[in-house]
């Protein structure tokens, strides 16, 4: 809150470093706001939501009043000379709203709107790995892959085969079991990972089948972009790259 004294110059009053939120769903959020300590130094400050600065709801104070949904995540400090301090972890789309800063002050409450827009997260591009290890698929076990992106709210996984004219899907998780039953061809595969917000699809992961069998089958699975190489009955690697 700016205020013009008799002077003319400005007073400022309340001011906090940002007004408008952008932030996705599971991170934190810090405002911080500075006030005229020489005469807000023992006021109470408050943090309320509400479209309305007369009727917002006070979620909680540095009286130590703290509303029972934001008590294990959020918190008001008066570090005084530093500002008041408002800190929310783990962030919700049901966040999303107008807020207020506010210090108690007679007849009128110094306040600052604050708009906050929680949204879901977009994924990256997902990653492949093999679960087996290496000593597991010498002895003939299946390989299991496993698909995972490192970013992405509430992420979904789905396992293709490349296809001609469409692509088949495999799978829907972010595991790939190969075994000789499975394996009747060459194949292409891939993993794509999605949310309400984007998808991604990762590398070509490439199935070569050497030795048709239903039991002693023998495959090699290989991914170019991470230079690691799987033969079933034996393992290679080329380079030094520990994922598939």
């Known amino acids: 809150m700016i205020l013009r004294n008799r002077a003319g110059g400005v007073s400022v009053q309340l001011q906090c470093d940002k007004t408008n939120i952008q932030a996705t769903v599971g991170t934190p ?17 408050y943090w309320c939501a509400g479209d309305s600065r007369s009727s917002c709801e006070v979620l ?35 966040d999303t709203g107008i ?3 506010a210090i108690d002050k007679i007849y009128a409450d110094l306040m600052i709107r604050i708009q906050l827009t929680v ?16 000593e597991r698929t010498c002895w003939g076990e299946p390989v299991v892959l496993r698909c995972g992106s490192t970013r992405g709210t ?33 194949n292409q595969l891939f993993c794509s990972a999605y949310n309400d917000v984007s998808s991604q699809s990762s590398d070509f992961v490439t199935v070569q089948l050497l030795q048709p069998a239903d039991k002693n089958c023998i495959y090699l699975i ?11 009955g ?7 790259s520990s994922q598939l």
């Open 29 to 45: 959020v810090t405002i911080i706001c500075t006030y005229r300590a020489s005469q807000y130094r023992f006021s109470k400050k």
């Open 60 to 94: 909680m104070d540095t009286d130590g009043f703290c509303d029972a949904a934001y008590r294990t995540r959020a918190q008001i400090i008066d570090r005084v000379s530093k500002g008041v301090i408002v800190s929310i972890r783990d962030l919700k789309l049901e």
């Open 99 to 101: 807020y207020w800063v």
């Open 119 to 134: 949204t879901k997260e977009a994924v990256d591009k997902p990653n492949v790995w093999p679960l087996s290890s290496l």
């Open 154 to 186: 509430n992420a979904q996984y789905t396992w293709y085969k490349v296809g001609r004219p469409n692509n088949i899907v495999l799978h829907n998780s972010p595991d790939l079991c190969l075994q000789c039953s499975n394996i009747i061809e060459d």
């Open 222 to 232: 290989s991914s170019k972009g991470l230079g690691l190489l799987y033969l079933y």
């Open 234 to 240: 034996m393992s290679v690697f080329v380079g030094s």
